[in-house]
Protein backbone atom coordinates (compact mmCIF):
# COMPACT_ATOMS: atom_id res chain seq x y z
CA UNK A 1 0.00 0.00 0.00
CA UNK A 2 2.95 2.33 0.74
CA UNK A 3 4.38 1.61 -2.50
CA UNK A 4 0.92 2.61 -4.12
CA UNK A 5 0.98 5.76 -2.63
CA UNK A 6 4.42 6.80 -3.52
CA UNK A 7 3.86 5.87 -7.02
CA UNK A 8 0.53 7.76 -7.08
CA UNK A 9 2.12 11.14 -5.44
CA UNK A 10 5.36 10.78 -8.08
CA UNK A 11 2.56 10.67 -10.87
CA UNK A 12 1.13 13.68 -9.73
CA UNK A 13 4.00 15.40 -9.33
CA UNK A 14 5.28 14.78 -12.95
CA UNK A 15 1.82 16.04 -14.37
CA UNK A 16 1.22 19.19 -12.63
CA UNK A 17 4.54 19.69 -10.81
CA UNK A 18 7.39 19.61 -12.95
CA UNK A 19 7.04 22.13 -16.43
CA UNK A 20 7.36 20.17 -19.61
CA UNK A 21 10.83 21.18 -21.72
CA UNK A 22 10.67 23.76 -24.01
CA UNK A 23 9.69 23.26 -27.46
CA UNK A 24 13.03 24.05 -29.66
CA UNK A 25 12.56 25.53 -33.32
CA UNK A 26 11.80 23.69 -36.28
CA UNK A 27 14.88 21.35 -37.90
CA UNK A 28 14.65 23.11 -40.73
CA UNK A 29 14.98 26.68 -39.61
CA UNK A 30 17.91 25.18 -36.87
CA UNK A 31 19.27 23.61 -40.55
CA UNK A 32 19.58 27.28 -41.64
CA UNK A 33 21.51 28.56 -38.92
CA UNK A 34 24.84 26.56 -39.62
CA UNK A 35 26.43 28.95 -41.24
CA UNK A 36 25.66 32.89 -42.19
CA UNK A 37 26.79 35.85 -42.72
CA UNK A 38 26.36 39.71 -40.82
CA UNK A 39 25.35 42.39 -42.81
CA UNK A 40 25.71 45.11 -39.96
CA UNK A 41 25.96 48.67 -40.88
CA UNK A 42 22.99 48.31 -43.34
CA UNK A 43 20.17 49.73 -41.56
CA UNK A 44 21.94 50.74 -38.09
CA UNK A 45 23.66 54.46 -38.29
CA UNK A 46 20.80 54.63 -41.11
CA UNK A 47 21.58 58.38 -43.18
CA UNK A 48 24.24 59.19 -40.73
CA UNK A 49 27.04 61.06 -42.76
CA UNK A 50 30.44 59.14 -43.19
CA UNK A 51 28.30 55.66 -43.80
CA UNK A 52 29.00 55.04 -47.42
CA UNK A 53 25.83 52.98 -49.14
CA UNK A 54 28.21 52.14 -52.00
CA UNK A 55 30.44 50.02 -49.19
CA UNK A 56 27.96 49.15 -46.65
CA UNK A 57 24.41 48.27 -48.82
CA UNK A 58 24.45 44.91 -50.46
CA UNK A 59 24.14 44.70 -54.17
CA UNK A 60 22.20 41.57 -56.36
CA UNK A 61 25.57 41.12 -56.88
CA UNK A 62 26.00 40.82 -53.15
CA UNK A 63 23.25 38.53 -52.48
CA UNK A 64 24.46 36.33 -55.67
CA UNK A 65 28.08 36.03 -53.79
CA UNK A 66 26.09 35.29 -50.41
CA UNK A 67 24.63 32.56 -51.81
CA UNK A 68 27.01 30.87 -53.98
CA UNK A 69 29.38 30.79 -51.04
CA UNK A 70 26.96 28.53 -49.72
CA UNK A 71 25.58 30.93 -46.47
CA UNK A 72 21.84 30.28 -45.55
CA UNK A 73 21.31 33.04 -43.13
CA UNK A 74 21.92 36.88 -42.57
CA UNK A 75 22.02 38.66 -39.73
CA UNK A 76 20.88 41.85 -40.27
CA UNK A 77 21.09 44.70 -36.82
CA UNK A 78 18.63 47.59 -37.49
CA UNK A 79 18.59 50.55 -35.06
CA UNK A 80 14.64 50.20 -33.72
CA UNK A 81 15.01 54.23 -33.66
CA UNK A 82 14.86 54.43 -37.50
CA UNK A 83 11.57 52.70 -37.66
CA UNK A 84 10.06 54.13 -34.45
CA UNK A 85 7.30 56.89 -35.10
CA UNK A 86 9.25 60.28 -33.33
CA UNK A 87 5.91 61.16 -31.62
CA UNK A 88 4.78 58.20 -30.63
CA UNK A 89 7.37 55.04 -29.35
CA UNK A 90 4.91 52.45 -30.39
CA UNK A 91 4.05 53.24 -33.84
CA UNK A 92 6.56 52.93 -36.82
CA UNK A 93 6.92 54.61 -39.66
CA UNK A 94 5.02 52.83 -42.29
CA UNK A 95 7.21 54.10 -45.15
CA UNK A 96 10.45 52.93 -43.39
CA UNK A 97 8.80 49.45 -42.57
CA UNK A 98 8.13 49.06 -46.34
CA UNK A 99 11.50 50.08 -47.07
CA UNK A 100 13.00 47.12 -45.10
CA UNK A 101 11.14 44.77 -46.66
CA UNK A 102 11.89 45.64 -49.67
CA UNK A 103 15.83 46.01 -48.92
CA UNK A 104 15.42 42.08 -47.78
CA UNK A 105 13.00 40.86 -50.48
CA UNK A 106 16.35 39.37 -52.59
CA UNK A 107 17.37 37.85 -49.80
CA UNK A 108 14.00 35.88 -49.32
CA UNK A 109 14.27 35.26 -52.89
CA UNK A 110 18.11 33.47 -52.80
CA UNK A 111 16.56 31.03 -49.96
CA UNK A 112 18.10 32.56 -47.29
CA UNK A 113 16.70 33.22 -44.10
CA UNK A 114 16.75 36.83 -42.19
CA UNK A 115 17.68 37.35 -38.65
CA UNK A 116 16.75 41.22 -37.77
CA UNK A 117 19.09 42.24 -34.72
CA UNK A 118 17.74 44.97 -32.41
CA UNK A 119 21.06 47.38 -31.91
CA UNK A 120 20.07 50.42 -30.30
CA UNK A 121 22.82 52.98 -30.69
CA UNK A 122 25.51 53.97 -27.81
CA UNK A 123 23.40 55.95 -24.79
CA UNK A 124 19.74 54.95 -26.06
CA UNK A 125 20.03 51.64 -25.62
CA UNK A 126 21.50 51.90 -22.18
CA UNK A 127 18.33 54.25 -21.81
CA UNK A 128 16.08 51.28 -22.72
CA UNK A 129 18.01 48.38 -20.54
CA UNK A 130 18.23 50.88 -17.22
CA UNK A 131 15.03 50.98 -16.01
CA UNK A 132 11.28 49.11 -16.10
CA UNK A 133 9.78 52.38 -18.04
CA UNK A 134 12.79 51.85 -20.76
CA UNK A 135 12.19 48.03 -20.91
CA UNK A 136 8.42 48.45 -21.22
CA UNK A 137 9.18 51.40 -24.21
CA UNK A 138 11.67 48.75 -25.94
CA UNK A 139 8.84 45.78 -25.51
CA UNK A 140 6.09 47.95 -27.16
CA UNK A 141 8.56 48.89 -30.06
CA UNK A 142 8.67 44.81 -30.36
CA UNK A 143 5.46 44.44 -30.58
CA UNK A 144 4.30 46.91 -33.52
CA UNK A 145 7.87 45.84 -34.94
CA UNK A 146 6.87 41.93 -34.81
CA UNK A 147 3.26 42.29 -35.91
CA UNK A 148 4.21 44.62 -39.20
CA UNK A 149 6.44 41.59 -40.38
CA UNK A 150 4.44 38.65 -38.90
CA UNK A 151 3.06 37.99 -42.15
CA UNK A 152 7.02 37.13 -43.61
CA UNK A 153 6.86 32.98 -43.05
CA UNK A 154 8.76 31.64 -40.04
CA UNK A 155 10.50 29.45 -41.82
CA UNK A 156 12.29 33.16 -43.61
CA UNK A 157 12.59 35.43 -40.68
CA UNK A 158 14.20 35.25 -36.94
CA UNK A 159 13.75 38.13 -34.55
CA UNK A 160 16.84 38.75 -32.21
CA UNK A 161 15.45 41.04 -29.65
CA UNK A 162 18.66 42.91 -28.55
CA UNK A 163 22.41 42.66 -29.38
CA UNK A 164 24.74 42.67 -27.12
CA UNK A 165 22.32 44.09 -23.92
CA UNK A 166 25.14 45.51 -21.98
CA UNK A 167 23.96 45.20 -18.51
CA UNK A 168 25.89 43.39 -16.50
CA UNK A 169 23.52 41.57 -14.21
CA UNK A 170 22.84 38.32 -15.73
CA UNK A 171 19.81 38.11 -13.38
CA UNK A 172 18.61 41.44 -14.43
CA UNK A 173 19.56 40.66 -18.52
CA UNK A 174 17.35 37.43 -17.85
CA UNK A 175 14.13 39.13 -16.57
CA UNK A 176 14.78 41.41 -19.70
CA UNK A 177 15.21 39.22 -22.57
CA UNK A 178 11.85 37.34 -21.03
CA UNK A 179 10.01 40.64 -21.47
CA UNK A 180 11.08 41.13 -24.76
CA UNK A 181 10.56 37.71 -25.62
CA UNK A 182 6.92 37.61 -24.44
CA UNK A 183 6.24 40.83 -26.12
CA UNK A 184 7.04 38.92 -29.78
CA UNK A 185 5.66 36.02 -28.75
CA UNK A 186 2.09 38.10 -28.31
CA UNK A 187 1.87 39.29 -31.58
CA UNK A 188 4.20 36.49 -33.91
CA UNK A 189 3.44 33.61 -32.38
CA UNK A 190 5.11 31.08 -34.71
CA UNK A 191 8.51 33.10 -35.36
CA UNK A 192 11.56 31.90 -33.83
CA UNK A 193 13.18 34.22 -31.33
CA UNK A 194 17.26 35.12 -30.36
CA UNK A 195 18.01 36.11 -26.63
CA UNK A 196 21.67 36.30 -25.14
CA UNK A 197 23.23 36.87 -22.27
CA UNK A 198 24.36 39.70 -20.19
CA UNK A 199 27.29 42.32 -20.96
CA UNK A 200 28.82 41.85 -24.50
CA UNK A 201 27.00 38.37 -24.59
CA UNK A 202 30.49 36.05 -24.62
CA UNK A 203 30.86 32.58 -23.36
CA UNK A 204 30.76 33.40 -19.99
CA UNK A 205 27.31 35.08 -20.21
CA UNK A 206 25.88 32.44 -22.29
CA UNK A 207 27.08 30.37 -19.13
CA UNK A 208 25.41 32.80 -16.43
CA UNK A 209 22.21 32.26 -18.81
CA UNK A 210 19.53 29.97 -17.00
CA UNK A 211 17.18 28.96 -19.89
CA UNK A 212 13.80 30.92 -20.28
CA UNK A 213 10.75 28.86 -19.67
CA UNK A 214 9.34 29.83 -23.65
CA UNK A 215 9.59 27.75 -26.92
CA UNK A 216 10.94 28.32 -30.30
CA UNK A 217 13.98 30.33 -28.66
CA UNK A 218 17.59 30.21 -29.71
CA UNK A 219 20.63 31.10 -27.65
CA UNK A 220 22.97 33.36 -29.12
CA UNK A 221 26.42 34.29 -27.97
CA UNK A 222 29.29 36.36 -29.58
CA UNK A 223 32.89 35.09 -29.70
CA UNK A 224 36.25 36.69 -30.31
CA UNK A 225 38.48 35.67 -28.08
CA UNK A 226 41.03 36.65 -27.60
CA UNK A 227 40.18 40.22 -27.85
CA UNK A 228 43.76 41.54 -27.71
CA UNK A 229 44.33 39.30 -31.18
CA UNK A 230 41.03 39.60 -32.69
CA UNK A 231 40.33 43.40 -32.24
CA UNK A 232 43.93 44.70 -32.53
CA UNK A 233 44.29 48.10 -34.14
CA UNK A 234 40.57 48.57 -33.65
CA UNK A 235 39.48 52.13 -33.14
CA UNK A 236 36.48 51.84 -30.97
CA UNK A 237 36.12 49.95 -27.66
CA UNK A 238 39.20 49.79 -25.42
CA UNK A 239 41.78 52.63 -26.49
CA UNK A 240 44.59 49.79 -25.97
CA UNK A 241 43.11 48.33 -29.07
CA UNK A 242 44.36 50.63 -31.27
CA UNK A 243 48.05 50.16 -30.12
CA UNK A 244 48.20 46.95 -30.95
CA UNK A 245 49.45 46.32 -34.50
CA UNK A 246 51.13 42.54 -35.99
CA UNK A 247 50.35 40.23 -33.40
CA UNK A 248 50.56 36.32 -34.41
CA UNK A 249 48.63 34.11 -33.88
CA UNK A 250 48.68 31.19 -32.76
CA UNK A 251 50.49 32.99 -29.41
CA UNK A 252 53.61 31.89 -27.30
CA UNK A 253 56.13 33.74 -25.38
CA UNK A 254 58.60 33.14 -28.18
CA UNK A 255 56.04 34.34 -30.77
CA UNK A 256 55.61 37.75 -28.77
CA UNK A 257 59.47 38.38 -27.57
CA UNK A 258 60.31 40.44 -30.90
CA UNK A 259 56.81 42.89 -30.21
CA UNK A 260 57.57 42.92 -26.32
CA UNK A 261 61.00 44.24 -26.91
CA UNK A 262 59.65 47.16 -28.98
CA UNK A 263 57.02 48.02 -26.96
CA UNK A 264 56.20 50.64 -24.86
CA UNK A 265 55.72 50.20 -21.03
CA UNK A 266 51.85 50.39 -21.32
CA UNK A 267 51.30 47.91 -23.95
CA UNK A 268 54.33 45.24 -23.30
CA UNK A 269 52.10 43.74 -20.08
CA UNK A 270 49.29 42.88 -22.19
CA UNK A 271 51.62 41.67 -24.44
CA UNK A 272 53.49 39.45 -22.52
CA UNK A 273 50.11 38.19 -20.74
CA UNK A 274 48.76 37.35 -24.27
CA UNK A 275 52.03 35.28 -25.17
CA UNK A 276 51.64 33.20 -21.81
CA UNK A 277 48.26 32.27 -22.42
CA UNK A 278 49.24 30.51 -25.53
CA UNK A 279 45.79 30.95 -27.67
CA UNK A 280 45.83 28.31 -30.16
CA UNK A 281 42.96 26.01 -31.54
CA UNK A 282 43.26 23.59 -28.44
CA UNK A 283 42.41 26.69 -25.89
CA UNK A 284 39.70 27.93 -28.79
CA UNK A 285 38.19 24.36 -28.60
CA UNK A 286 38.43 23.98 -25.11
CA UNK A 287 36.23 27.55 -24.44
CA UNK A 288 33.55 25.88 -27.00
CA UNK A 289 33.59 22.76 -25.10
CA UNK A 290 32.25 24.65 -22.46
CA UNK A 291 29.07 25.92 -25.00
CA UNK A 292 28.77 22.76 -26.31
CA UNK A 293 28.37 21.32 -23.01
CA UNK A 294 25.73 24.33 -21.85
CA UNK A 295 23.72 23.38 -24.83
CA UNK A 296 23.62 19.60 -23.96
CA UNK A 297 22.31 20.38 -20.10
CA UNK A 298 20.13 22.44 -21.06
CA UNK A 299 18.72 20.94 -24.12
CA UNK A 300 18.28 24.05 -26.16
CA UNK A 301 19.72 25.26 -29.37
CA UNK A 302 22.72 27.66 -29.67
CA UNK A 303 24.19 29.85 -32.23
CA UNK A 304 27.34 32.15 -32.50
CA UNK A 305 25.87 35.05 -33.93
CA UNK A 306 29.12 36.65 -34.17
CA UNK A 307 32.62 35.94 -34.84
CA UNK A 308 35.78 37.51 -36.63
CA UNK A 309 38.97 39.01 -36.68
CA UNK A 310 39.71 42.86 -37.70
CA UNK A 311 41.48 44.08 -40.72
CA UNK A 312 42.95 46.87 -38.88
CA UNK A 313 46.11 45.02 -37.13
CA UNK A 314 46.78 41.47 -37.44
CA UNK A 315 48.64 39.86 -40.27
CA UNK A 316 47.19 38.16 -42.63
CA UNK A 317 47.99 34.64 -42.22
CA UNK A 318 47.48 35.09 -38.33
CA UNK A 319 43.82 36.20 -39.14
CA UNK A 320 43.33 33.20 -41.84
CA UNK A 321 44.34 30.61 -39.15
CA UNK A 322 42.35 32.08 -36.33
CA UNK A 323 39.16 32.37 -38.43
CA UNK A 324 39.96 28.06 -39.89
CA UNK A 325 40.58 26.86 -36.19
CA UNK A 326 37.15 28.98 -34.70
CA UNK A 327 35.00 27.54 -37.70
CA UNK A 328 36.29 24.33 -37.32
CA UNK A 329 35.81 24.00 -33.88
CA UNK A 330 32.16 25.10 -33.97
CA UNK A 331 31.56 22.96 -36.64
CA UNK A 332 33.00 19.92 -34.77
CA UNK A 333 31.03 20.57 -31.79
CA UNK A 334 27.37 21.43 -33.74
CA UNK A 335 27.69 25.13 -33.11
CA UNK A 336 26.27 27.34 -35.75
CA UNK A 337 27.49 30.70 -36.83
CA UNK A 338 27.43 34.03 -38.40
CA UNK A 339 30.54 35.18 -39.57
CA UNK A 340 31.10 39.05 -38.64
CA UNK A 341 31.15 40.29 -41.14
CA UNK A 342 30.44 40.70 -44.72
CA UNK A 343 32.08 43.89 -45.77
CA UNK A 344 33.57 46.57 -43.48
CA UNK A 345 36.74 46.39 -40.90
CA UNK A 346 35.93 42.54 -40.41
CA UNK A 347 34.96 41.70 -43.95
CA UNK A 348 34.71 38.45 -46.02
CA UNK A 349 34.93 40.98 -48.97
CA UNK A 350 36.59 44.47 -49.16
CA UNK A 351 35.80 46.72 -51.27
CA UNK A 352 32.76 49.13 -52.64
CA UNK A 353 29.44 47.68 -54.07
CA UNK A 354 30.98 47.93 -58.13
CA UNK A 355 34.44 46.58 -56.65
CA UNK A 356 34.41 43.77 -54.24
CA UNK A 357 37.47 41.49 -53.62
CA UNK A 358 36.06 38.42 -51.89
CA UNK A 359 39.47 37.20 -49.38
CA UNK A 360 39.92 33.72 -50.41
CA UNK A 361 42.01 32.57 -47.75
CA UNK A 362 39.64 33.64 -45.41
CA UNK A 363 36.51 31.84 -47.28
CA UNK A 364 38.71 28.43 -47.71
CA UNK A 365 39.43 29.20 -43.60
CA UNK A 366 35.89 28.94 -43.29
CA UNK A 367 34.77 25.56 -45.44
CA UNK A 368 32.84 28.13 -48.01
CA UNK A 369 31.97 27.01 -51.66
CA UNK A 370 34.11 29.35 -53.62
CA UNK A 371 32.65 30.83 -57.01
CA UNK A 372 34.64 29.79 -60.13
CA UNK A 373 34.43 33.34 -61.19
CA UNK A 374 36.26 34.20 -57.88
CA UNK A 375 39.33 31.96 -58.40
CA UNK A 376 42.43 33.59 -59.99
CA UNK A 377 42.79 32.39 -63.37
CA UNK A 378 45.41 30.10 -64.56
CA UNK A 379 48.75 31.45 -66.19
Not at 35 to 64: E, H
Not at 186 to 207: F, K, T
Not at 312 to 336: K, M, N, S
Amino acid sequence: MKLLKCGALLLLLLLVGVSRAAEPPPPALLSALDRGVNLSIWFTYRGQSGIDPARWYPTAADWRQIKALGFKHVRVQFDPVYFRDPVNPRALQASRMAELKRALAPAWAAGLVVVLAAEPQGPEKSRLVRDAAGIEELAGFWQAFAKALKSVRPSQLVFEVLNEPTDTDAARNRLLMQSLAEAVRAVAPRHSIVVEGHGYSGVDELLAFEPLPLDNLIYSFHFYEPHTFTHQGAFWGWPMFLKFKDLPYPSSPEALAPLVEKADDETKPHLVAYGEQRWNRTRIEARLDQVRDWTKTHGVPVWCGEFGVTRLGPPLEARHQWLADTRAAFDARGIRWALFDYVGHFGLVTGNADNRELDLLDAEALGLSIPAAARPKAE
